[in-house]
């Protein structure tokens, strides 16, 4: 049982037996019902660690970062800076120019989701070097690539990767 389940368990315990006292404890009871809805609804929030250029969210336990048109040498600058070893998802936003994803980008960082986009079908001519996710091999579940031209791209990066479970490949050119 998670810890917003047990706490909402014990808010529902507690309104239950409020409900017996409505006259004595009305204002109570909101109080209880609105603090029961917050935990329930649990947003995400800034990840402590600084990956600007890009932005990271944290929902326990879950982190996530977005690089909205961040070059390719700025994203393993941020990577080689911040700490966090295991990602749940990082979503890369490139410019429309030719984009190579060198070697160790996310330098020695994991992430189960991976995410690429262009800014449209065939924006530009996407080139991942054989080794860019090369530590992601044993966590990453899902790589997704939208709006990119994916011609002359070697797929070898995805050897080794043994828990894929899904490519998408999306409004692609090639």
Do not use: W
């Not at 609804?41 to 660690?49: D, G, P």
């Not at 031209?149 to 995805?158: C, M, P, V, Y």
């Amino acid at each position: 049982m998670t810890l917003v389940q047990a706490m909402m368990k014990q808010v529902r315990s507690t309104h239950d037996h409020l409900l017996q006292n409505t006259s004595r404890n009305k204002h109570l009871q909101v109080g209880i019902l609105i603090l029961g809805l917050s935990l329930a609804r649990a947003t995400a929030s800034q990840c402590q660690e600084d990956y600007s250029p890009c932005t990271c969210t944290e929902q326990a336990p879950y982190r996530s970062v977005v690089c909205n048109g961040v070059n390719p040498d700025e994203i393993k600058q941020v990577f080689s800076r911040t700490t966090y070893p295991a990602i749940h998802s990082i979503e890369l936003i490139l410019n429309s120019n030719e984009q190579t994803l060198s070697t160790n980008l996310f330098n020695g960082k994991v992430a189960e989701i991976i995410v690429i986009r262009g800014s449209g079908k065939g924006s530009f001519q996407l080139s991942i070097d054989i080794g860019a996710f090369s530590p992601s091999k044993e966590a990453t579940r899902y790589i997704e690539i939208f709006d990119c031209d994916i011609g002359s791209l070697n797929f070898g990066f995805l050897s080794g990767f043994n828990r894929l479970q899904s490519i998408t490949l999306e409004n692609v050119a090639n």
